[in-house]
């Protein structure tokens, strides 16, 4: 099934993306951030807390103070150097009250740590992208959609359970949910954990326990079943490190969400979301992004063209941090009021213009959930819809609608319930992609072009003032944000001319030739 | 006393539809498990009419049963705020009219709920349903502070603005801990000598107006609220404390 688009607009809308994605970028490379610092010392090899419970890459990039902008990467392994220890030791012992950062000259030797360190912390990423490429090789890929679900019960050991039971019955994907507070923690949390509100914390140990528990079920089905988390708030680019290290294979990751739904402040959003995607396309992580939430406060009739004016400029965005289009998960979401009439044809138009635009890209398709009620068997009934729309426009991931939803969340059960209805329609209704046409001029082709039209126009907008005093306008999802306010300001800082992180001396030349991918 | 029992297909036939998962292996005898635990419930005459493996040690199940007891309606007290409906327009001719100045709500998600689903749904201009958020309303200066507000901040900013009523959306449902959260801005208020200045009004998915109140609350919104429910009863509540103070 194909629409009639205007050449010219679309043409014009990915050149537009391009013109305000690059300024952003030019942003990101002229500051860093205590997120990216503390980073480069976790892929250095450091992991663990202090005796008050302070993850020691926080300790390290804390005891840089007003010298954030040199970078943490020459200090530490300076220490190294001078102590003869290792970066975890060092950091150690800065948290003893031990080592104290070094003055701002650095010698050849700290150098070349560095810059091996760097080398050593790439190839364990690079390691286990391998490790997921022959598991991917050797089981083969699900057809799309992919059946996705939740897992959020709070409990980590429970979580992996449950992960494993939603495996079983037949999800491709698995996500789990992380504590709803996390995103405005400026740190991440340590260990395994048994607490958190609506979900539990991402942590390295809950990534590394979550995924051995899915690679135990991955060989007894002969399937791979993928796992997702959250690398978003404000500590973007270590949770993506994270989950590099323990081959996660999503993330979502928007380059907005943190600034317009968690008040993040947007140049800290900006720089990390930089590096946080350059990690993920080095690692293999499809990225997820959230345009599902512009329709949580905006009616979806209304709201269209927002989605797909920040379908472009995320993907633009990531592009430009090395991102291939096959793991730019662009979202979006089937938001309709059920009672409003003719709104499942608008959302078909939708659907279809989105798919057509991105057909590198696999799209992440978002269930209902504004205009779903305590009426279960009204919720059932719209996810059936959903997923009839998921399979007959091409969507690539689906994360499936829930009967519970906005009643509590997903019993075991439900979420079977859930991957049986998706399976039956799928399985069912795909060969309608390649059965229907939209009828030329007709209103599905007419709406389509309708979005698009808006798109462009916004598009245009925001690349005439830029990006931050869009934001600022709020010209996305209603909400205005200053480039000043919000969380987490205090955390970036230019960089010094002597600024120096080894790993964007090692990824950044590579960009271009990874995004091309 | 008119005790009634639930109405399947016949008057009388009390059939409630139940599912559930049972921790046991869907094997042979899973049928006669599920059974078992509807009698042991005190269902009477139960039929499982689906069984199916959830996971490798849970089975789920679907069944009927006849509901050994009924329930008199007129033992039961209600549930949901009892305001007289008023229209948009006769809200806002109500507060111009009894108070001559706009009405300040304040709202949040407070302490760990990031969900702002709830309150903007009440708050804001678009509202919910087809049916306007407070923000809409010229005699209504509707504030939404948005979420993860910590309850210090949300009586601050009461005082500071002057507010009417303090309205508080709690989405996250998981180990009761909307309760908790629900409570400590009462202790606050309480704490402070503030109570009696606001109307003090929770919404949410898991809140009844009998829930809210327990909690101390003076009323609470369940699924399904529009502004103009809340906004009808804020008005009305105010005019009738105006009033009895005199």
């Given at each position: 099934?194909?629409?009639?688009?205007?050449?010219?607009?679309?043409?014009?809308?990915?050149?537009?993306?391009?013109?305000?994605?690059?300024?952003?970028?030019?942003?990101?490379?002229?500051?860093?951030?205590?997120?990216?610092?503390?980073?480069?010392?976790?892929?250095?090899?450091?992991?663990?807390?202090?005796d008050?419970?302070?993850?020691?890459?926080?300790?390290?990039?804390?005891?840089?103070?007003?010298?954030?902008?040199e970078?943490?990467?020459?200090?530490?392994?300076?220490?190294?150097?001078?102590?003869?220890?290792?970066?975890?030791?060092?950091?150690?012992?800065?948290?003893?009250?031990?080592?104290?950062?070094?003055?701002?000259?650095?010698?050849?030797?700290?150098?070349?740590?560095?810059?091996?360190?760097?080398?050593?912390?790439?190839?364990?990423?690079?390691?286990?992208?391998?490790?997921?490429?022959?598991?991917?090789?050797?089981?083969?890929?699900?057809?799309?959609?992919?059946?996705?679900?939740?897992?959020?019960?709070?409990?980590?050991?429970?979580?992996?359970?449950?992960?494993?039971?939603?495996?079983?019955?037949?999800?491709?994907?698995?996500?789990?949910?992380?504590?709803?507070?996390?995103s405005?923690?400026?740190?991440?949390?340590?260990?395994?954990?048994?607490?958190?509100?609506?979900?539990?914390?991402?942590?390295?140990?809950?990534?590394?326990?979550?995924?051995?528990?899915?690679?135990?079920?991955?060989?007894?089905?002969?399937?791979?079943?993928?796992?997702?988390n959250?690398?978003?708030?404000l500590?973007?680019?270590?949770?993506?490190?994270?989950?590099?290290?323990?081959?996660?294979?999503?993330?979502?990751?928007?380059?907005?969400?943190?600034?317009l739904?968690?008040?993040?402040?947007?140049q800290?959003?900006?720089?990390?979301?930089?590096?946080?995607?350059?990690?993920n396309?080095?690692?293999?992580?499809?990225?997820?992004?959230?345009?599902?939430?512009?329709?949580?406060?905006?009616?979806?009739?209304?709201?269209?063209?927002?989605?797909?004016?920040?379908?472009?400029?995320?993907?633009?965005?990531?592009?430009?941090?090395?991102?291939?289009?096959?793991?730019?998960?662009?979202?979006?979401?089937?938001?309709?009021?059920?009672?409003?009439?003719?709104?499942?044809?608008?959302?078909?138009?939708?659907?279809?213009?989105?798919?057509?635009?991105?057909?590198?890209?696999?799209?992440?398709?978002?269930?209902?959930?504004k205009?779903?009620?305590?009426?279960?068997?009204?919720?059932?009934?719209?996810?059936?819809?959903?997923?009839?729309?998921?399979?007959?426009?091409?969507?690539?991931?689906?994360?499936?609608?829930?009967?519970?939803?906005?009643?509590?969340?997903?019993?075991?059960?439900?979420?079977?319930?859930?991957?049986?209805?998706?399976?039956?329609?799928?399985?069912?209704?795909?060969?309608?992609?390649?059965?229907?046409?939209?009828?030329?001029?007709?209103?599905?082709?007419?709406?389509?072009?309708?979005?698009?039209?808006?798109?462009?126009?916004?598009?245009?907008?925001?690349?005439?003032?830029?990006?931050?005093?869009?934001?600022?306008?709020?010209?996305?999802?209603?909400?205005?944000?200053?480039?000043?306010?919000?969380?987490?300001?205090?955390g970036?800082?230019?960089?010094?001319?002597?600024?120096?992180?080894?790993?964007?001396?090692?990824?950044?030349?590579?960009?271009?030739?990874?995004?091309?991918? | 006393?008119?005790v009634?029992?639930?109405?399947?297909?016949?008057?009388?036939?009390?059939?409630?539809?139940?599912?559930?998962?049972?921790?046991?292996?869907?094997?042979?005898?899973?049928?006669?498990?599920?059974?078992?635990?509807?009698?042991?419930?005190?269902?009477?005459?139960?039929?499982?009419?689906?069984?199916?493996?959830?996971?490798?040690?849970?089975?789920?199940?679907?069944?009927?049963?006849?509901?050994?007891?009924?329930?008199?309606p007129?033992?039961?007290?209600?549930?949901?705020?009892?305001?007289?409906?008023?229209?948009?327009?006769?809200?806002n001719?109500?507060i111009?009219?009894?108070?001559?100045?706009?009405l300040?709500?304040?709202?949040?998600?407070?302490?760990?709920?990031?969900?702002?689903?709830?309150?903007?749904?009440?708050?804001?201009?678009?509202?919910?349903?087809?049916?306007?958020?407070?923000?809409?309303?010229?005699?209504?200066?509707?504030?939404?502070?948005?979420?993860?507000?910590?309850?210090?901040?949300?009586?601050?900013?009461?005082?500071?603005?002057?507010?009417?009523?303090?309205?508080?959306?709690q989405?996250?449902?998981?180990?009761?801990?909307?309760?908790?959260?629900?409570?400590?801005?009462?202790?606050?208020?309480?704490?402070?000598?503030?109570?009696?200045?606001?109307?003090?009004?929770?919404?949410?998915?898991?809140?009844?107006?009998?829930?809210?109140?327990?909690?101390?609350?003076?009323?609470?919104?369940?699924?399904?609220?529009?502004?103009?429910?809340?906004?009808?009863?804020?008005?009305?509540?105010?005019?009738?404390?105006?009033?009895?103070?005199?």
């Open positions: 099934m194909k629409l009639d688009l205007d050449r010219g607009l679309t043409e014009e809308a990915f050149d537009l993306a391009g013109r305000i994605a690059r300024p952003v970028v030019e942003f990101a490379k002229g500051h860093t951030t205590v997120a990216i610092e503390r980073t480069v010392v976790r892929l250095f090899g450091v992991d663990g807390v202090d008050l419970g302070v993850p020691l890459p926080n300790v390290v990039v804390d005891a840089l103070g007003p010298r954030l902008g970078g943490v990467a020459l200090p530490l392994a300076q220490l190294c150097v001078d102590t003869g220890r290792s970066p975890q030791q060092v950091a150690e012992s800065i948290a003893a009250g031990e080592g104290e950062v070094s003055e701002s000259r650095h010698s050849a030797e700290a150098w070349e740590l560095a810059a091996r360190l760097a080398v050593e912390g790439d190839a364990r990423i690079a390691e286990r992208r391998a490790e997921r490429d022959e598991l991917v090789a050797r089981y083969g890929d699900p057809p799309t959609p992919w059946l996705y679900v939740i897992v959020a019960t709070g409990n980590i050991h429970e979580d992996a359970r449950q992960a494993q039971a939603a495996a079983r019955a037949g999800a491709d994907v698995i996500a789990v949910i992380r504590s709803t507070a996390q405005l923690l400026d740190y991440v949390p340590y260990g395994e954990t048994t607490e958190g509100f609506g979900g539990t914390y991402a942590t390295q140990a809950n990534f590394r326990l979550v995924r051995a528990a899915l690679d135990e079920v991955v060989e007894e089905l002969g399937r791979y079943v993928r796992l997702t959250y690398a978003s708030g500590c973007m680019p270590e949770i993506a490190a994270c989950g590099a290290l323990e081959r996660l294979d999503m993330m979502l990751n928007d380059s907005m969400y943190g600034i739904f968690r008040d993040i402040n947007p800290r959003t900006f720089c990390d979301q930089y590096v946080s995607r350059m990690i396309g080095r690692a293999g992580i499809v990225i997820n992004t959230g345009e599902d939430n512009y329709l949580t406060t905006a009616p979806g009739h209304e709201a269209g063209h927002t989605v797909v004016a920040s379908n472009f400029v995320n993907r633009a965005l990531a592009l430009e941090a090395g991102i291939p289009e096959c793991q730019i998960g662009l979202g979006h979401a089937f938001e309709i009021d059920p009672d409003r009439p003719g709104q499942l044809m608008e959302e078909w138009a939708i659907a279809l213009l989105i798919r057509q635009l991105f057909p590198g890209c696999p799209l992440k398709y978002m269930p209902p959930t205009h779903v009620t305590g009426d279960i068997f009204r919720t059932q009934s719209l996810g059936t819809l959903f997923n009839l729309i998921g399979v007959a426009t091409g969507q690539h991931i689906q994360l499936l609608s829930i009967l519970t939803e906005a009643v509590h969340t997903p019993f075991l059960s439900d979420r079977m319930l859930a991957i049986q209805d998706a399976r039956r329609v799928f399985d069912s209704a795909r060969p309608l992609r390649d059965s229907l046409q939209a009828v030329p001029g007709g209103p599905l082709e007419q709406r389509a072009g309708v979005v698009l039209r808006d798109t462009v126009e916004l598009l245009r907008q925001v690349a005439g003032v830029g990006m931050f005093a869009a934001i600022e306008q709020g010209w996305f999802a209603d909400t205005p944000r200053r480039a000043d306010g919000g969380r987490g300001l205090e970036v800082a230019e960089r010094d001319p002597g600024y120096h992180n080894p790993f964007l001396e090692l990824w950044e030349p590579q960009l271009r030739r990874w995004a091309a991918a | 006393m008119t009634v029992v639930p109405y399947g297909d016949t008057a009388g036939d009390a059939m409630v539809q139940l599912s559930f998962t049972l921790p046991v292996p869907p094997d042979a005898r899973a049928r006669e498990v599920g059974m078992q635990f509807l009698r042991n419930n005190g269902f009477l005459e139960p039929q499982v009419v689906h069984v199916a493996a959830a996971d490798r040690d849970m089975t789920f199940y679907v069944a009927y049963a006849k509901a050994p007891m009924g329930v008199d007129e033992e039961v007290t209600e549930t949901e705020v009892e305001a007289p409906r008023l229209t948009f327009a006769e809200i001719a109500l111009e009219r009894e108070l001559g100045r706009p300040v709500v304040l709202g949040a998600a407070i302490e760990s709920d990031a969900h702002t689903v709830g309150i903007d749904a009440i708050m804001n201009m678009k509202g919910f349903a087809g049916d306007y958020g407070l923000e809409r309303y010229p005699w209504i200066d509707a504030v939404n502070l948005g979420a993860q507000v910590p309850c210090e901040r949300l009586v601050r900013e009461a005082q500071e603005r002057r507010a009417d009523a303090i309205l508080v959306s989405v996250v449902t998981q180990k009761q801990v909307h309760a908790r959260q629900l409570t400590k801005l009462v202790d606050l208020l309480e704490a402070e000598g503030l109570r009696q200045r606001y109307i003090l009004v929770a919404g949410g998915p898991r809140l009844s107006n009998t829930f809210a109140k327990e909690l101390g609350y003076d009323a609470g919104f369940g699924p399904g609220s529009t502004p103009s429910t809340v906004a009808a009863w804020i008005a009305q509540e105010l005019v009738k404390r105006i009033r009895t103070e005199g």
